[in-house]
């Protein structure tokens, strides 16, 4: 598998540097987003990301409608989204959001990196 | 009969049977020869008289002594105008026995004349009419008594007046007694012919009141709810009815000689009694005055039955006008047809509509400007029509167009008349903000929460997994403090705002120096930031202020955290302090993004976030200077914000200032 690019979106730093070594440590490139607003735009300035991590509940911003521009645009909508949240109803939230999978806060390293690459691979495959 | 001259000649068997009938009908003959001046009186008018038989001394002047004063003039006017006008004489007059007692007489008599039209003879009887004026007496006194009873709705006033109308033709004593709201036996009318005996007999009563156990007097009628009639009052039941000595006295000096007492009943309780006591050694009521008695109680009884329901239905009419006047929540009253009929003035209130404007309008009238919807009033009054009551919630539009959330709650009454709707709106808007708040409270709540937490155990994760050298392990080790810390700081407003709630916050209070306290804090704030310079200017003095010093400080380091947070474009901010008479005030400036107008007045409440495009990357839980405002507050202080948005805040602190206690103590 050659090097896959990771946005990881959130208005916090510590989780995005949290983040951000996790990724590289399982050989991943990550990218910090810590502007969510920006996030849309830079698809089109940016090479696209193999897969984004995308907080939900951030100040001035709301995760879930980014995803859902993402999910609507007729190129980005095939790249995969995992939405972060700390709310109970995660699944609900990650329908909401037109995601492709959610992961609860705070959550295992494992998790996170198993839910990462298992996208990572279903993005190649189809 | 006489002895001689008279002109009419009877058989002795037709006397015999005339004695018997005189004597049974009550009734004396008398003839009268005017020349000479003799009265012959049969024996039967000298019974009716109360003398012994053939005592009568036989002239006119011996006759009128028996007249009572009163009615002598009367008498006498009849007696001339038969002798002169040839009328046949006829007049009622009372008598008084020889033992002082009295007596009603009915005398007839005809006259008779000689040939030069003078009178002769005259010839008549006398009857004893004494039962027939006591009952056209009683039910004279019960004809007025009724119209007294009826003219009033205060039935104490009338009873009084009843009382008073009693004596002296019904009785010497008449008093009315009455159970009050305390259980009591109340004297609430008394009447006697010297109003000094009515006092003495109200002390009386004030010294002995009335014990309803007791097994004799009022007592015992108001048990048994029968009348008495004590036609002869003997030495012995005086005796069985005084309860001590003193009263003993009392009753022997009151000398009663005929009592009644009767029962007043609403729906067969004995709600009072009316006493007539006679003291005339003459006067012995019996059967006939009893149930004059009972009739008179039983008016009273009904009077006082229309004033007590007349004035529960007054109560109640005056307590549901306070409470719809009073009441904080709006009531409207509407008709069949959906216009208002009447509104209390909290309604007003609400819908900022006058009683007047809101009779002419409808149900539907709160909609808003050019809505189609009705804040669901009328599906709610079709609702409450159908099920009697009904609660709902909706949204309607003040006069102002202010949108208010309301909660409603109708009942239909049907009436006789018309049938109307009476609702009570409640006026929830700010209990649904709140509502809205504490939930957006529990996500952030939540999130930031979560945040460190999600960082920390992440870090944890990785110290295990994947670091290898010492060097990474110390920098990650620091992160992870930074995360502890920031987490502690959230949970410590959380127990804060639940002490606060809980009214548990604990204050060390003591008396320091305010700018060298200012001075620790500012120095420790710019410790944690390398964007801003914090500037102090003292104009105060160095007072003295009675505070907690931990709590100021956690208030003060809050402001300032706040107005670094909230001015990233800016390098400084300036911390300073100025006098008032009695107060120093702190103020906090910053030049950052500033607070909109409408956010200013929510800054200090519970739960709010100041919501909009100028609410950047600030995290937080809302709740600082909440807790800065209750902990200024209980520290006798006031806190206040003045902002524009886009130029910066200002917070201001103001404290009493205690440091004249020093300078009083030294004089």
């Known amino acids: 598998m050659n090097q896959s690019t990771i946005w990881v979106v959130d208005d916090d730093e510590s989780i995005l540097q949290v983040i951000s070594i996790i990724l590289e440590q399982e050989d991943l490139i990550p990218l910090a987003i810590n502007e969510p607003q920006k996030v849309v735009s830079m698809l089109e300035t940016h090479p696209i990301p193999n897969l984004i991590l995308l907080d939900v509940l951030m100040s001035g911003t709301d995760g879930r409608d980014i995803s859902r521009t993402i999910k609507n645009h007729h190129i980005h909508k095939s790249i995969p989204i995992i939405i972060m949240t700390a709310d109970i109803q995660a699944e609900a939230k990650a329908s909401e959001a037109m995601a492709d999978d959610f992961i609860r806060k705070p959550f295992d390293i494992d998790e996170l990196v198993d839910k990462v690459k298992q996208h990572l691979h279903t993005g190649i495959t189809t | ?667």
Request: aromatic content about 10%; some cysteine; overall charge negative.
């Open chain 2, 1 to 667: 009969m006489g002895k001689n001259s008279n002109p009419n000649t009877y058989s002795s068997k037709e006397r015999e049977r005339f004695k018997l009938g005189q004597q049974a009908a009550q009734i004396g003959t008398f003839e009268w020869d005017i020349r000479e001046n003799k009265i012959e009186w049969t024996v039967e008018l000298e019974t009716l008289y109360g003398i012994p038989p053939n005592t009568f001394s036989g002239t006119y002047h011996d006759w009128i002594q028996f007249i009572h004063p009163d009615d002598l003039i009367q008498v006498e006017i009849q007696i001339q105008k038969a002798l002169y006008s040839k009328a046949p004489y006829q007049s009622e007059f009372r008598i008084i026995k020889p033992d002082g007692s009295i007596r009603w007489i009915l005398g007839k008599g005809e006259v008779q004349y000689d040939k030069h039209k003078n009178p002769v003879w005259m010839i008549g009887v006398n009857m004893d009419i004494t039962e027939r004026k006591q009952i056209e007496n009683n039910m004279r006194f019960l004809s007025q008594a009724s119209k007294l009873l009826s003219s009033s709705l205060d039935y104490i006033i009338t009873l009084e007046t009843v009382a008073k109308l009693a004596v002296p033709h019904i009785g010497d004593w008449c008093a009315v007694d009455i159970i009050n709201e305390h259980d009591e036996v109340e004297l609430v009318a008394v009447a006697h012919s010297d109003p000094e005996k009515v006092q003495w007999a109200k002390e009386l009563r004030a010294q002995y009141p009335i014990n309803l156990s007791d097994q004799h007097g009022l007592a015992n009628i108001f048990r048994t709810g029968k009348s008495e009639l004590y036609s002869v009052i003997s030495d012995q039941l005086i005796k069985n009815t005084a309860r001590n000595e003193d009263e003993l006295r009392i009753f022997e000096e009151v000398e009663f000689t005929s009592v009644i007492v009767v029962p007043i009943k609403i729906r067969r309780k004995t709600i009072g009694t009316i006493s007539l006591v006679a003291t005339n050694q003459h006067r012995h009521y019996d059967q006939k005055d009893l149930e004059m008695a009972e009739e008179l109680a039983s008016r009273a009884a009904l009077a006082i039955e229309n004033s007590r329901l007349y004035k529960t239905a007054q109560t109640a009419q005056k307590n549901y006008e306070s409470l719809f006047q009073g009441m904080a929540d709006a009531v409207l009253v509407v008709d069949e047809y959906g216009y208002y009929l009447n509104a209390n003035p909290a309604a007003e209130k609400l819908f900022g509509f006058k009683l007047k404007e809101l009779q002419n309008m409808k149900i539907g009238d709160f909609g808003g400007e050019g809505s189609a919807t009705d804040g669901g009033l009328s599906t709610h009054f079709a609702q409450a029509r159908a099920n009697g009551s009904y609660q709902s919630e909706g949204v309607i539009y003040r006069k102002d167009g202010l949108p208010r959330q309301i909660e409603v709650h109708t009942t239909y009454l049907k009436q006789d008349r018309r049938n109307v709707f009476s609702s009570v709106f409640r006026d929830i808007t700010q209990r649904k903000e709140l509502e809205n708040r504490k939930d957006e409270f529990l996500s952030i709540a939540s999130h930031e929460l979560k945040t460190p937490v999600t960082s920390i155990k992440a870090y944890a994760q990785i110290l295990r997994k994947y670091v290898k050298t010492e060097e990474r392990t110390s920098e990650y080790v620091k992160n992870l403090n930074k995360q502890i810390d920031k987490l502690d700081q959230l949970v410590q407003d959380l127990l804060d705002i639940s002490k606060i709630q809980s009214g548990k916050i604990t204050y060390n209070e003591e008396e320091v120096y305010l700018n060298e306290t200012i001075e620790d804090i500012v120095r420790d704030m710019q410790h944690s930031t390398d964007t801003h310079i914090i500037q102090t200017y003292y104009q105060a003095a160095n007072v003295l202020v009675q505070i907690d010093k931990y709590r100021f400080s956690q208030v003060l380091s809050n402001i300032i955290s706040n107005a670094i947070k909230y001015s990233p474009q800016s390098d400084h901010l300036i911390v300073s302090t100025a006098h008032t008479p009695k107060t120093v005030i702190i103020t906090v400036q910053d030049f950052g993004i500033g607070i909109p107008a409408e956010a200013q007045q929510h800054l200090f409440e519970r739960f709010y976030r100041v919501e909009g495009k100028v609410r950047e990357s600030f995290p937080g839980f809302g709740l600082g200077l909440f807790i800065a405002a209750e902990i200024i507050h209980r520290l006798n202080g006031e806190i206040w914000v003045e902002s524009t948005e886009g130029k910066g805040s200002t917070f201001y602190i103001e404290l009493p200032v205690t440091g004249r206690k020093k300078r009083k103590s030294s004089v």
